[in-house]
C-alpha cells in the first residue's frame, strides 16, 4: 500500500508543484518516514520471537518462507490468504486513487489560496483509513476533494463529517447532486404545499430517507418545513432589494414587481454535515450553471411568482459585481 500512496505522491508532485500539492507530499513522505523507522524497530523484535518458534519446533524456515507448523496458519497460498492478499492490493488501488484525485485538484489552486498550517496526522490517518475502502470513481473524487479542502484550510472538516462521508454510498452522492438544483444559503427549498416525495420526485423515496438517517438532512416531514421570516436586503440604485446567500462569493437579489410586500420561501433544513457536503459538491459546478438551475426551481414555487428578475451576484476581483439576470 505504501508504494501505491508514493507513486501517486511523486507523479503528481513532478507534474504540478504547487504550495497545496508540496503540503501534501510533505505529510505523505513524513509518513513513509515515520512508518520505515517503526517497521524497522518492529522488524527485529518479530526476528526474535521467529527465532524463538524455531528452537521450540513450532515453526520451521524453509525456502526462504517462515512456516508454521500448526496447519500452517497464515499460508499466503491458501485460499484466506489470497483473498486478503487481493483485499490488499484493491486498497492499495483505492487509496491511490483517492490521492491522486486530491493532488489534481490541489494543483489547481493558486499558493494564496493555501494556508501554511500543516494538517493534523490523526486527520490523514483517518482519511486514509477510510479512503482505501472506496472503491467507485465518484465518491474516489469526493474524497478527494475532501483532503483538498482540509489542506487548503486546516480544521475545516471535523471528524463527524469524516465519519459520516464513509458511510455515504454512490447513490447517496448521486441523489445529494441531484438536491443541489434546490440547495442555497445552507437550506433545501420546497414548495409547502407539496411532500419531500413530491417536491424531489427525481429522488427515490428511500435514498431521501436514508439522507436523513445519515444525518445530511434534518427531516422532510411536514413539521420539518422552515419559511424565511425576512430576507436580508441589498441596495441598488437607491433601492433595496431582497437577497438570497448563496456561499461567501455568490447571492441572489430579488426583484419582485410592486405588488410585492414581502417574500417568505419555504425550505427544509441541512445539518452542518450536509453543508460541508454542500460546500464540497459546489466545487463541481460553474456557478452560472448551478444558478440557472436553482432559479429555474424556484420559479416552480409559489413564494417567487411575482418576482420578475432573479439576479446573481459574485464577488470578482475582489468586489461584488452582477454577472447574470434570469427574468421570469
Known amino acids: 500500500m505504501e508504494q501505491e500512496i508514493i507513486k501517486a505522491a511523486t507523479g503528481v508532485a513532478t507534474t504540478a508543484a504547487n504550495k497545496g500539492v508540496g503540503k501534501l507530499t510533505e505529510i505523505v513522505f513524513s ?26 519446533s513450532l515453526a520451521e524456515f524453509r525456502e526462504e518462507k517462515f512456516i508454521l507448523i500448526e496447519d500452517q496458519i497464515g499460508n499466503p497460498c491458501s485460499p484466506l490468504g489470497l483473498i486478503l492478499s487481493q483485499n ?50 465518484e465518491l474516489q473524487d469526493l474524497w478527494g476533494k475532501i483532503l483538498n479542502e482540509e489542506i487548503t484550510t486546516p480544521s475545516s472538516i471535523n471528524y463527524l463529517v469524516l465519519n459520516t462521508f464513509s458511510l455515504m454510498s454512490k447513490k447517496h452522492l448521486e441523489a445529494f447532486n441531484d438536491l443541489l438544483p434546490f440547495i442555497c444559503d445552507g437550506n433545501l427549498y420546497c414548495n409547502n404545499t407539496l411532500s419531500a416525495e413530491e417536491n424531489y420526485s427525481h429522488v427515490p423515496p428511500s435514498i431521501l430517507s436514508e439522507l436523513i438517517d445519515l444525518n445530511i438532512i434534518k427531516g422532510l416531514h411536514p413539521e420539518n418545513i422552515f419559511f424565511k421570516k425576512e ?21 441572489i437579489v430579488l426583484r419582485p414587481n410592486e ?3 414581502e417574500i417568505q420561501p419555504n425550505f427544509f433544513l441541512l445539518t452542518t454535515v450536509g453543508q460541508k457536503l454542500f460546500e ?37 476581483d475582489n468586489e461584488w459585481q452582477s454577472k447574470l439576470i434570469i427574468q421570469r
Open 259 to 261: 405588488n410585492v410586500k
Open 31 to 56: 509518513k513513509k518516514l515515520r512508518q520505515q523507522r517503526r517497521l524497522d524497530h518492529l522488524s527485529s523484535i518479530q526476528d526474535q520471537k521467529d527465532a524463538e518458534l524455531i528452537q521450540k
Open 231 to 251: 430576507l436580508p436586503k441589498v441596495t441598488y440604485d437607491d433601492k433595496s432589494f431582497p437577497s438570497i446567500y448563496i456561499n461567501k462569493t455568490n447571492f
Open 280 to 316: 464540497i459538491a459546489m466545487s463541481n459546478y460553474e456557478i452560472d450553471d448551478y444558478f440557472a438551475k436553482l432559479i429555474n426551481n424556484f420559479k416552480l414555487f409559489p413564494e417567487f411568482k411575482l418576482i420578475e428578475a432573479f439576479e446573481l451576484v459574485s464577488l470578482i
Open 88 to 137: 490488499h492490493q484493491n486498497q492499495s488501488k483505492n487509496l491511490s486513487k483517492c490521492l491522486s484525485k486530491a493532488y489534481e485538484h490541489l494543483s489547481k489552486k493558486s499558493d494564496e489560496e493555501i494556508s501554511d498550517e500543516q494538517i493534523s496526522v490523526t486527520f490523514f490517518n483517518k482519511w486514509m483509513n477510510y479512503g482505501k475502502e472506496v472503491s467507485e470513481e
